[in-house]
Nanobody
Framework: VQLQAFGGGLVQAGDSLRLSCAASGRIFGALGWFRQAPGKEREFVAAIRWRGGQTYHAASVKGRLQISRDTAESTVLLQMDSLKPEDTAVYYC?????????????????WGQGTLVTVSS
């Protein structure tokens, strides 16, 4: 099972960034994103059901960060707009064989290596 996240980098507040995660090795029921800021606990960002495309976003990112999927490329995307310094974190792609969309990190068995997003003020 592989979840490879790409697209992190250094941007300024107000900028946009798009993360992508290539999923392979098994059939996933759902994919999602978590993030962990320096000195803080891991935080749920968003998740998407692979079949059907239903999404669930954390209240803190709703309206600015949007999850989507490209079924042809087996890729899950995270479009991040109007970025704020508090969005600075390592972003992790996660996967599950079930189609539920939990915001508990313990419910996601598959994790990618993470990609760092730094938003300067």
């Amino acid at each position: 099972v592989q979840l490879q996240a790409f697209g992190g980098g250094l941007v300024q507040a107000g900028d946009s960034l798009r993360l992508s995660c290539a999923a392979s090795g098994r059939i996933f029921g759902a994919l999602g994103w978590f993030r962990q800021a320096p000195g803080k606990e891991r935080e749920f960002v968003a998740a998407i059901r692979w079949r059907g495309g239903q999404t669930y976003h954390a209240a803190s990112v709703k309206g600015r960060l949007q999850i989507s999927r490209d079924t042809a490329e087996s890729t899950v995307l995270l479009q991040m707009d109007s970025l704020k310094p508090e969005d600075t974190a390592v972003y992790y792609c996660v996967g599950s064989s079930t189609s539920s969309l939990p915001d508990d990190d313990k419910a996601w068995p598959y994790w990618g290596q993470g990609t760092l997003v730094t938003v300067s003020s």
